[in-house]
C-alpha cells in the first residue's frame, strides 16, 4: 500500500475498537480494487464522539463506520440521515456530502446481502429472533420491511421485546412482530421457522453456551443463523444442524456491511469475486484452524 497526498481516508469510530476486523475487510478491497485509500481504526473517548465526527469532517475524511458504544448517539452529529436508519435509531457507516456526514444502517443491509447469498428469504416468512438487543433491533426492522409474514420475538427480559414489536409495529402499522419471554418457547406454533440468533449468548470465549439448551426446540428451525462468528460454528448451529436444519454464522453479515459501506463511500460495486477473497481473508482471520 501506498500512502501520498491524494489517498482517501476512511475509519471506525468506536470503544473498544482493538479487536476490529473492519481495517481486513476495507483496506483489503482497496488493495483488490486498485484504490487509493486507507481505513484506520480510531478509540473515541466517552463524550467525545461530537467532537471525533467535526474533526473527521474538518480532515476531510471520506467516511466513517461507527461502532458500539456509538450508534445511536452519533445521530446527533450528523447532517442526514437514511430514512430507515433513523427508524432503527442506529448508523454504523457516515457518508461525507457537501454538508456534513450521512449516517446510514449498513449492518441492516448487509444482513440482507448476508441472508441471500445464503439462499435465506424472509418475504412471506415466519421467523423467530432470539434477543431484542441492538442487532435484534436492527433484524427486526429488516424482517418486517421484507415482508416477513411473523416475527416470534423471544427475549429473557420480556419487556425489552415488547418495546420492539410496539415501535416495529407501529411503524410498519400490522402486527408483524409478536413479543414473547424466552423461557415461554414450547408454547410457539408447531410448524419450522427461519430462526435467527441475535443473543450474545456463545460469543468466544464461553463457547459451550447456548441461549435454549432443550434439543426438542431445534426440531423447530428449518434454518438457523446466528448473528456470532466467532466461534465460526457456535453451539446453536451445531443443535440447529443436530436437528436436522441449515445453519450459518454472521461472517457474511459483517462481510456485507462493510461492502456496503465500501461502496458507499467509493461509489463502486463490489464484484462477487472480490467479495468471495475479502471473506476468504476474514474466514482465516477467525477460524485460524
Ligand atoms: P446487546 O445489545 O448487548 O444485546 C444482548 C442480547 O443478548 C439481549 O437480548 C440479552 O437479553 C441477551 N442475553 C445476553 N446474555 C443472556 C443470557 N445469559 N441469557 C439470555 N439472554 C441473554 O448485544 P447486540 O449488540 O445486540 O449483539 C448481539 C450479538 O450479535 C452479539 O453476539 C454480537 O457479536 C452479534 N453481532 C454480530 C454482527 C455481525 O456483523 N455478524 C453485528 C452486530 C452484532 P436481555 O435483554 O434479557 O439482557
Request: hydrophobic share 40%; net charge negative; glycine share 8%.
Amino acid at each position: 500500500m501506498v500512502i501520498d497526498g491524494k489517498t482517501k481516508t476512511c475509519g471506525l469510530i468506536g470503544n473498544p475498537v482493538e479487536h476490529t476486523l473492519s481495517p481486513l475487510i476495507h483496506n483489503t478491497l482497496a488493495g483488490l480494487m486498485g484504490h487509493n485509500f486507507v481505513y484506520v481504526p480510531f478509540p473515541v473517548a466517552e463524550g467525545r464522539v461530537d467532537e471525533a465526527v467535526r474533526g473527521a469532517y474538518a480532515l476531510d475524511i471520506l467516511g466513517m463506520n461507527v461502532t458500539v458504544p456509538y450508534k445511536s448517539e452519533v445521530i446527533g452529529s450528523l447532517t442526514a440521515v437514511d430514512e430507515l436508519a433513523a427508524q432503527i435509531g442506529a448508523v454504523n457507516t457516515l457518508v461525507r456530502t457537501d454538508t456534513g456526514f450521512k449516517g446510514y444502517n449498513t449492518d441492516m443491509s448487509g444482513l440482507f446481502r448476508a441472508m441471500t447469498a445464503e439462499g435465506i428469504r424472509i418475504e412471506g416468512e415466519e421467523i423467530l429472533l432470539l434477543g431484542a438487543g441492538g442487532a435484534a433491533r436492527a433484524v427486526a426492522y429488516l424482517c418486517a420491511s421484507q415482508k416477513a409474514k411473523k416475527v416470534y420475538l423471544l427475549n429473557r427480559t420480556l419487556d425489552k421485546a415488547q418495546k420492539i414489536a410496539e415501535e416495529v409495529n407501529r411503524v410498519f402499522a400490522g402486527e408483524v412482530i409478536i413479543p414473547m419471554r424466552l423461557s415461554d418457547y414450547s408454547n410457539l406454533p408447531e410448524r419450522r421457522f427461519l430462526a435467527v440468533q441475535a443473543t450474545s449468548v456463545g460469543l468466544a470465549p464461553h463457547d459451550d453456551e447456548v441461549i435454549i439448551e432443550d434439543a426438542a426446540f431445534y426440531q423447530k428451525i428449518h434454518t438457523g443463523f446466528d448473528l456470532i462468528y466467532k466461534p465460526f460454528t457456535t453451539r446453536f448451529m451445531r443443535l440447529v444442524k443436530d436437528a436436522g436444519g441449515e445453519a450459518c454464522n454472521g461472517l457474511k453479515m459483517l462481510l456485507y456491511q462493510g461492502i456496503d459501506a465500501y461502496e458507499l463511500w467509493n461509489r463502486t460495486t463490489v464484484t462477487q469475486k472480490d467479495a468471495d477473497a475479502v471473506y476468504e481473508k476474514l474466514r482465516s482471520a477467525t477460524n485460524p484452524c
